[in-house]
């Protein structure tokens, strides 16, 4: 049997709220703190990064996506039947599911009342509600996401964000009955850019059964200013008692940038921001190839205290594959240690005010590889 419970510690702005959501599975418990993350994978497993190199790295828990796994249906891991924790060897930690990738979706064709698309490495594949709720009452994981019709297109009229919000809630009905016992299921928040599709999404999922809340759209092609404000309105009307967006985040952001030979530097938040810095820097650049300083000298994590950035740029030169394990043991760690400083920040209160600084000196730039 599986448990799982969350705590609410503080709320310092409705924005900014400290709180540990409890897993218990097999007799074992598993609190994650937050705001916090779960780490992106691909099939299970973090880009660029083994099992062993996780072992250097503070993760907490995994968002898996069931449409990685697809290339056949019923995907071949549904067969093992000791669950997606042993299947993939990440029995210690929680594990979070959706239909599709959310961190690269792609513009496919629209799904129907029946199923929705998704993109596999053997092409396009039909999902419908009856094989995800199977699929996760086979693999077991700690949550997962209702079925959302996901809108891919640009600038869509309201009758259509309409019937999405319409399927979503449906949808969100039969998986709540059809569920097994133990299994968390997390109502999808949409509605596009309606505002009133957005209110209407936040409220009618939040008078569901649910665990918890995803806020859908993040990947909404407008600025990070306007995204935020959607997301304000969809906040507005979920309870405080239950974990939503704002609480643990999703995203490939570490290993897009690693993609890109991009090591992160940006200041992380601690008693306020004195000087600024950049966010990341681009080891390919020929100016690193004599530049012995680890990537960031205050940084813990394994890349920084054993290697240098002229290694990595030698490395990212010669197409090496050691390059991207050491810049993703870095970025990944970086990043987690940002939202332990969230964390830090909001216990001793200050977090409101360096996060405005934070924002005002490095901006927003939406041509980041940042999903979040």
Known sequence: MSGFSFNLLKITDPRFRLGKIIFSRNKHEKILDTPNCFVYTIRGSVPHLTPDNLQTIPADAFGITLEHFLEVQPPSSTYFMGGIHKFLNLEEYPLFFDVRDSEKLQNISFGTDKYVPVVTSHGCRK????????????????IFASMTDLITVKNPGLKRVKKSVDRTLNWLDETLEHTKEGIQVFGVVT???????????????ANRNVAGFVLNGFDLDMTSKERLDLMKISLKYLPRNKPRGIDIFNTSYPSDMTSLGHALTFLLIEDGIQHRREKFI???DDKYRTDFKPILDECKCYTCQNHKRAYIHHLLK??????????MSHNLFHYLQFFKTIRKSINLNTFTNTAIQFINMYGSDDNDASNT
């Open 191 to 205: 509605g596009y850019d309606k505002h009133e599709e957005r209110e209407r999404s936040a409220k009618e999922t």
């Open 282 to 284: 681009n080891l390919w």
């Open 318 to 327: 010669t197409h090496e594959m050691l390059a991207t394990v050491l810049l």
């Open 127 to 142: 999902v419908t509600l009856e094989e995800y709720i199977r699929y996760m009452n086979i693999y077991n994981p700690d």
